[in-house]
């Protein structure tokens, strides 16, 4: 079993940055892809971006230029760099933890851009 915690998301206003992390205890294999969902009110989750223990990194078109996912400092934590925030990246920002056999989610953090 593996638990997922996700944190660092606010309220920030347009143009800011904010990072939210996800952070992963219990029984964390060593090969793994982790990835960040966002759902808007009123809309279908979407991905955003992943990262495998390979280290092979897949981003949505809109987080291209803006997003930058990477491995965090602390053990099994990978975080999500957001910049240039617009008020459509307001959102729930879930993490999901695959491994082979199983995948695990988070509950989520909010993050909202406004003025």
């Known amino acids: 079993q593996v638990t997922l915690e996700e944190s660092g998301g606010g309220l920030v206003q347009p143009g800011g940055s904010l990072r939210v992390s996800c952070t992963a205890s219990?029984?964390?294999?060593?090969?793994?892809?982790r990835a960040w969902y966002r759902q808007a009110p009123g809309k279908q989750r979407e991905f955003v971006a992943s990262?495998?223990?390979?280290?092979?990194?897949t981003y949505a078109d809109f987080a291209k230029v803006r997003f930058t996912i990477s491995r965090g400092n602390v053990k099994n934590r990978v975080d999500l760099q957001m910049t240039n925030l617009k008020p459509d990246d307001t959102a729930v920002y879930s993490c999901?933890?695959?491994?082979?056999?199983?995948?695990?989610w988070g509950q989520g953090t909010q993050v909202t851009v406004s003025s």
């Open positions: 990262i495998s223990t390979g280290n092979s990194i």
């Open positions: 999901r933890h695959s491994e082979i056999r199983a995948q695990f």
């Open positions: 219990g029984n964390v294999d060593s090969t793994y892809v």
